[in-house]
């Protein structure tokens, strides 16, 4: 079973404030990504990362930030929220050597008023 | 470059009946596959897989094979359930180990 967790799962929050998506896995995973995804809609690549102080920015442009400065820990920070940035924000990773088929979070919906 | 296409949603379905949603790739060799499922208000889960051609990749009902001559990975169920009522998302994995993703496709199922 895989096991990668994202806090909060659910986040309303006013303009201008910065905020911080947390993600977590305990497989031991070198690759870690995040998507954006209005619900149920088609996925879109922000921030990759394959391994500590390694982060990579994705195909969609995002005003968002990512670290990686422990193998199991991947958040996304926002410095000031826009209702723009009102989506769902889902979290994975993937080893490689077993397949490379990414594992997800449950994902974090985000609304900005 | 690398692309996947499905077929639009969403499909509209009664429970027991057959269910097709179609999925062809553009890549160069031979990427392994994948059908992923997202169910409301969660994360994608993955639903079955095939590394080579001919493979046919099996899970929960559901299956999918790997078709080389026709750059093809269609997801078939023989009868499904009000409970198989999500999205489902087709993608390859390129040789950076990244998945490219379909757009998705709906599914409902109506009792």
């Known amino acids: 079973e895989a096991d990668i967790y994202q806090t909060p799962r659910y986040l309303v929050i006013g303009t201008g404030k910065k905020i911080t998506l947390e993600c977590s896995q305990t497989?031991?995973?070198?690759?870690m990504y995040w998507y954006q995804q209005d619900p149920g809609m088609e996925l879109h690549l922000i921030h990759y990362?394959?391994?500590?102080?390694?982060?990579e920015k994705g195909d969609l442009s995002s005003e968002s930030t990512v670290s990686r400065i422990r193998t199991e820990h991947f958040p996304l920070t926002l410095e000031s929220a826009r209702p723009s940035h009102t989506s769902q924000y889902l979290c994975?990773?993937?080893?490689?050597?077993?397949?490379?088929?990414?594992?997800f979070g449950p994902g974090t919906r985000l609304t900005v008023t | 470059g690398n692309s996947v296409t499905q077929m639009e949603g969403p499909v509209t379905l009664s429970e027991e009946a057959f269910l097709t949603i179609n999925c062809t790739y553009t890549?160069?060799?031979?990427?392994?596959l994948f059908w992923y499922v997202q169910y409301p208000g969660e994360g994608l889960q993955l639903l079955l897989k095939?590394?080579?051609a001919d493979d046919k990749g099996s899970n929960k009902g559901f299956e999918a094979t790997y078709r080389k001559e026709t750059t093809s990975f269609h997801l078939e169920k023989g009868s499904v359930q009000v409970s198989d009522s999500a999205v489902y998302f087709c993608?390859?994995?390129?040789?950076?180990?990244?998945?490219?993703w379909g757009a998705g496709t709906k599914l409902i199922i109506k009792p």
């Open positions: 095939a590394t080579k």
């Open positions: 890549a160069t060799g031979y990427p392994s």
């Open positions: 990362s394959y391994g500590v102080n390694s982060t």
């Open positions: 993608a390859l994995r390129d040789s950076n180990y990244q998945l490219i």
């Open positions: 497989m031991g995973h070198d690759k």
């Open positions: 994975a990773s993937s080893e490689p050597s077993t397949g490379g088929e990414q594992y």
